[in-house]
């Protein structure tokens, strides 16, 4: 067996991006604005077009610059678990992501993002997630209590979810528990770093999105770093006193800059991601109410008005219906990476430093693995059928290999404590004035926020 190559940033992380991709297939698109359109409204959709095309590998032309896109699980394997040290997170995330979570698990590779990783093996610990579970519990509860005022009304539900996630992340992550002036300030930067990242003009004009949400970015990092001192004293359990406590291989705390960068980026990752898996979750409820009253059912069986840590493994079908909203509409829809050297995939010749851009919805619905993949059926995980299982990464929505989603658990464990204390309190009716739109970009939703009539049960 060849020895893994060794890997130094200066070796790859200075060097521009590859432009050059005359020898893989495909198209330029339109003139000026290449595939921008088409792939930021619909990369899926985009993709089996280009796949009836062109085969698993072929050329994306995007403002940022060119790139391939790379289908199907055989490739996804090869890619996230990136055996021979072949593909950069670091530089796939570099265009957008390092200028408001610059330093974050994301952006850096190999040895690098091993060592940052340690940052949190105590904060996704099973007795940190009893906790978590338990605080969690307690904020839903006081949220759906004051929910019963919009019984009744139609309301947009996505923003509904999203400020509750931001509650939950100011007291959960940062141990923010009072409600008011500070925690709305520190919300309202978070969005503006997040719409930040979809940023047209990459000019940091006064007033433009880039500069909100620069400025919002630069606020969250001096709103973490000033609390780490006292974080590090005492044993409160919130995720950033116990990243604050971490210490490293050498018996050192990490530092304020390291713990800044990592913490706001967890906050970012984890929010959005469950914002959108608890929104879509919604729409197809409302489609399948057969998928609906069973999830109910389940819930009722359990006989207790919430979910503790221990429980969360009785709710058996609700993570099969979790698993199959990640298949359908995915929350991360792209996931990049860089080439460090060159490669070959699926037969084509890939120069060193090209931007690979996956795309794991599009596996998620390839007919050679899933029973009708446009139907929502929950019952294709249950464990007669497990068309999951038959691939490594025919089902791949929290990434693989060493960038796995680190707080997976976390987002399950979310997702479940509120739709098990939501469906035994309310019902609910979906109220589109039309057939919504599916957006995939910025944020996965329905484009008319998930317009719902509440009803208490």
């Known amino acids: 067996m060849a020895a893994t190559p060794v890997t130094n940033y200066d070796d790859y992380i200075h060097e521009p991006n590859n432009q050059d991709l005359s020898g893989i297939p495909g198209d330029e698109g339109l003139p000026l604005i290449g595939h921008t359109l088409q792939f930021y409204k619909d990369p899926f959709e985009w993709s089996q077009k280009q796949y ?12 940022s610059g060119k790139g391939i896109v790379a289908l199907g699980p055989d490739l996804m394997q090869r890619i996230y678990l990136d055996p021979d040290r072949e593909f950069s997170s670091k530089m796939g995330f570099m265009d957008r992501v390092a200028k408001f979570f610059p330093g974050s698990l994301i952006m850096e590779d190999f040895e690098h993002h091993k060592a940052q990783r340690r940052i949190f093996q105590t904060a996704f610990k099973s007795d940190a997630l009893k906790n978590y579970t338990r605080d969690i519990n307690a904020i839903y509860q006081r ?20 400020n509750l996630l931001l509650e939950v992340a100011a007291e959960i992550f940062i141990g923010e528990s009072e409600r008011g002036e500070r925690v709305e ?42 609390l780490i001192d006292d974080k590090r004293v005492g044993n409160r359990r919130d995720m950033l006193s116990l990243i604050c406590r971490e210490k490293d291989e050498d018996g050192n705390y990490f530092s304020d800059e390291a713990i800044v960068n990592q913490i ?46 221990e429980d969360l493994a009785s709710v058996p079908y609700m993570e099969q219906v979790f698993f199959e909203v990640q298949r359908v509409r995915t929350s991360t829809p792209l996931v990049p990476r860089r080439t ?48 999951h299982k038959q691939h490594p990464f025919v089902f791949h929505p929290f990434g693989g ?25 309310y019902d609910f009716v979906a109220k589109h004035t039309k057939e919504p739109f599916m957006q995939t970009l ?6 008319d926020d998930m317009p719902v009539e509440l009803l208490i049960r």
Request: aromatic share 14%; charged share 20%.
């Open 52 to 63: 009836a095309k062109y085969g698993p590998v072929c050329r994306v032309n995007l403002p």
């Open 143 to 162: 949220a759906l209590t004051e929910w019963e005022s919009h019984t009744g009304q139609t309301v947009p539900f996505f923003f509904l979810i999203k």
């Open 185 to 226: 300030r520190l919300n309202q930067a978070f969005i503006d770093a997040l719409n930040g990242m979809m940023y047209l003009v990459p000019y940091r004009l006064p007033g433009t999105v880039l500069d909100k949400g620069l400025k919002g970015s630069e606020y969250l990092q001096q709103f973490v770093a000033s």
């Open 264 to 309: 706001i980026f967890l906050l970012f990752a984890a929010h959005d991601t469950t914002t959108a898996a608890i929104t879509h979750t919604m729409y197809y409820l409302a489609r399948n109410p057969d998928v609906k009253e069973k999830l109910y059912r389940e819930c009722l069986s359990v006989g207790k008005p919430t979910l503790d840590y």
């Open 340 to 387: 460090i050297r060159d490669v070959e995939l699926a037969g084509i010749k890939v120069p060193a430093h090209t931007m690979v851009y996956t795309v794991p919805r599009f596996t998620h619905f390839m007919d050679e693995y899933w029973t009708e993949p446009h139907r929502f059926d929950p019952d294709r995980f249950s464990p007669e059928r497990a068309e």
């Open 401 to 425: 290999g060493a960038h796995k989603c680190i707080g997976m658990h976390f987002s399950q464990m979310e997702y479940k404590c509120f739709l098990y204390q939501f469906l035994l309190k």
């Open 442 to 447: 910025p944020l996965p939703k329905p484009t």
